[in-house]
């Protein structure tokens, strides 16, 4: 078995892995290794051929495989190591990363710090039960993109698109630019699930029908897929069949949400956040194991590479910090709870110790909504706040708070319509 020496591991090479290596070498650690099953760095991004990438990172905008290629030039050029086509099994009790690869076989990396960037998967057809008879044609967006982007395979030619996510309003437009015709994308909710700016230009650019509160009820079709069955939706979610109608298609893109990457965080006995389906995290991106860190989708699904790249910064400079020990003891930890029209909060705590800095609060409302206050508060105190125009549950917001003026033990974030 091959032994190999670590200060910071990073498992993926995603945005989140990247930002995190380029961030911890800057630090001043010494041998940062990113492992990644890929047999390339980039993650995702490398099928991200549409622009959109880099708008708050770099204030310019690029592509997903231009955003991907900086950081690992940077990587490069900082001294960061990549095991690349390497599955990591494992992480033990002692932090050692088990991992294995067609070039090493099983090896064991000891690292003095780890930081979690496996990312998200997406939902399949199995995961919301959509019944009918299982043809060719079905795929998630992210599969369907892969294809196009990255292989240069059609996947259909009159598509139907359930739910409303980023992915499957990007795909609504790239399969049109390939000659495809998009019938209709649909979404159970009353909103759509992915950023605005996705529908305006993804949608509503190209004239795709839009259908909210609806839903697949069925699929038919033998071989191919001939046409899924589609209806209204009641105030439950729940199917009005008299609206049911059949729409022709010979592909069904499922665009119905993604899934944290934490497998390898349960089995690690990493504590998991209910709401977030991700490690529980302080403002160190500090999991409940003190040497782990987590930064990315692998905590929250988010909407934005750039989101993803700033938080991972922080993960990858605090995992040198705990590496070199110098990383600040907790001596309170705060508990950090949504509050009215707030789904989730992260980080979840924030350790407190006396010294001076600020901490961003990020969240996810329930419900869209037009003018809105932002706030946290503590104890009755307003700690920060902010408007703004509208929310939505697709897009990500978040607040600063000064850690300082905390006084108690608890802040919560609050979303308040403004009359």
Do not use: W
Request: proline letters at 4%; hydrophobic letters at 40%; one cysteine or more.
């Amino acid at each position: 078995m091959h032994e190999l020496i670590a200060d910071v591991v990073v498992i993926g090479a995603g945005p989140a892995g990247l930002s995190a290596a380029c961030a911890a070498k800057k630090e001043g650690a010494g041998k940062v290794l990113i492992v990644e099953r890929d047999t390339k760095p980039g993650g995702i991004l490398q099928q991200c051929i549409h622009a959109g990438f880099g708008l708050y990172y770099f204030n310019e905008e690029l592509t997903g495989p231009e955003y991907a290629g900086r950081f690992i030039t940077e990587a490069d050029n900082l001294g960061v190591d990549f095991l690349l086509d390497t599955m990591v099994l494992e992480i033990t009790p002692d932090d050692e990363v088990i991992c294995c690869s067609p070039k090493l076989g099983i090896a064991t990396i000891k690292a003095k710090a780890i930081v979690l960037a496996m990312g998200c998967r997406e939902r399949t057809r199995g995961g919301i039960q959509i019944p009918g008879s299982r043809p060719a044609g079905i795929f998630t967006a992210g599969t369907a993109q892969r294809l196009i982007n990255r292989q240069n395979i059609m996947i259909g030619k009159n598509v139907v698109i359930l739910g409303s996510g980023d992915i499957g309003m990007i795909m609504a437009r790239r399969l049109t630019l390939e000659g495809a015709k998009v019938v209709t994308v649909l979404e159970i909710m009353d909103y759509i699930s992915g950023l605005t700016r996705n529908k305006v230009q993804c949608l509503d650019d190209f004239q795709i029908p839009l259908k909210l509160n609806h839903t697949v009820t069925r699929i038919a079709g033998n071989q191919r897929v001939e046409g899924v069955y589609v209806a209204k939706v009641d105030e439950k979610k729940k199917p009005m069949l008299e609206t049911e109608e059949f729409i022709p298609c010979d592909t069904l893109l499922l665009s119905v949400g993604l899934i944290t990457e934490n497998e390898l965080s349960t089995a690690a006995g990493i504590k998991i956040s209910p709401l977030t389906k991700g490690p529980l995290v302080n403002q160190f991106m500090q999991t409940s194991r003190p040497g782990i860190f987590a930064a990315g989708n692998v905590v929250h699904v988010n909407d934005l590479a750039d989101n993803v790249s700033f938080e991972s910064e922080l993960a990858g400079i605090s995992a040198f910090r705990y590496a070199a020990g110098l990383l600040p003891t907790e001596t309170q930890q705060i508990i950090c709870k949504p509050g009215n029209n707030v789904r989730y909060v992260c980080p979840q705590t924030l350790v407190v110790n006396g010294s001076e800095g600020k901490a961003r609060l990020f969240f996810r409302v329930l419900v869209p909504g037009a003018a809105t206050k932002l706030q946290a508060r503590s104890n009755n105190q307003t700690l920060a706040q902010k408007r703004v125009q509208r929310i939505s549950p697709g897009e990500m917001e978040f607040l600063e708070v000064d850690l300082q003026k905390i006084n108690g033990t608890e802040i919560t974030i609050d979303a308040e319509a403004v009359i």
